[in-house]
Antibody, heavy 125, light 113 residues
Framework: QLQLQESGPGLVKPSETLSLTCSVSGGSVSNNNDFWGWIRQSPGKGLEWIGSISNSGQTYYNPSLKSRLTLSLDTSKNQFSLKLTFVTAADTAVYYC?????????????????WGQGTLVTVSS | DIVMTQSPDSLAVSLGERATINCKASQSVLSSSNNKNYLAWYQQRPGQPPKLLIYWASTRDSGVPGRFSGSGSGTDFSLTISSLEAEDVAIYYCQQYYNNPQTFGQGTKLEIK
């Protein structure tokens, strides 16, 4: 059974960089058929798609976050990561890592069939 | 972005009764090339991450009970639970994956009456 687990600091200061890692077990991030993504959930904005990355490193970023966002893949560790720069209180949320089953290769979208448990990140000084 | 609007925001249904949640997209999520609706439904129980229930608007994911069904096309969709069970208490979200960014509805909270 595929399992995903987020890790990273729970508290980040405003204007600093939020860094999270998702460790994958029971499967491989090198699987040609899958993408790997991040979704966040906050009381004010609900569920928000952040972005996704394929096993070849092809990425899609939500345009609202694109200028601050970097996704990466580490096949040797079977992990993928998120970096979000210049964070503000609006970035406070529970961050989920997900496996994405591609359904529309034209725009790199899909369904999220496996989710990590989520990690709460609070942006505060 | 495609805006997904769910109704109602909350719903209370008696055990064994039918529950229906609606989702409306600001533009069609039906592809003319394959005649498929790029619409999924997720269930989020308290303290848990969302769980995929349905994709292509009406295809149940593996292991999802038969009492869950999805319907609709174009811009208007529904999720129906035919006979409510206690474990179905959750927030339900629709999601479109027709275009980027993928977007979710605001959620519908389902409770027991």
């Amino acid at each position: 059974q595929l399992q995903l687990q987020e890790s990273g600091p729970g508290l980040v200061k405003p204007s600093e960089t939020l860094s999270l890692t998702c460790s994958v077990s029971g499967g491989s991030v090198s699987n040609n058929n899958d993408f790997w993504g991040w979704i966040r959930q906050s009381p004010g904005k609900g569920l928000e798609w952040i972005g996704s990355i394929s096993n070849s490193g092809q990425t899609y970023y939500n345009p609202s976050l694109k200028s601050r966002l970097t996704l990466s893949l580490d096949t040797s560790k079977n992990q993928f990561s998120l970096k979000l720069t210049f964070v503000t209180a609006a970035d406070t949320a529970v961050y989920y890592c997900v496996r994405v089953v591609p359904m529309n290769y034209d725009v790199l979208t899909g369904i999220d069939d496996f989710w990590g448990q989520g990690t709460l990140v609070t942006v505060s000084s | 972005d495609i805006v997904m609007t769910q109704s109602p925001d909350s719903l209370a249904v008696s055990l064994g009764e039918r529950a229906t949640i609606n989702c409306k997209a600001s533009q069609s999520v039906l592809s003319s090339s394959n005649n498929k609706n790029y619409l999924a439904w997720y269930q989020q129980r308290p303290g848990q991450p969302p769980k995929l229930l349905i994709y292509w608007a009406s295809t149940r994911d593996s292991g999802v009970p038969g009492r869950f069904s999805g319907s609709g096309s174009g811009t208007d969709f529904s999720l129906t639970i035919s006979s409510l069970e206690a474990e179905d208490v959750a927030i339900y979200y629709c999601q479109q994956y027709y275009n980027n960014p993928q977007t979710f509805g605001q959620g519908t909270k389902l409770e027991i009456k």
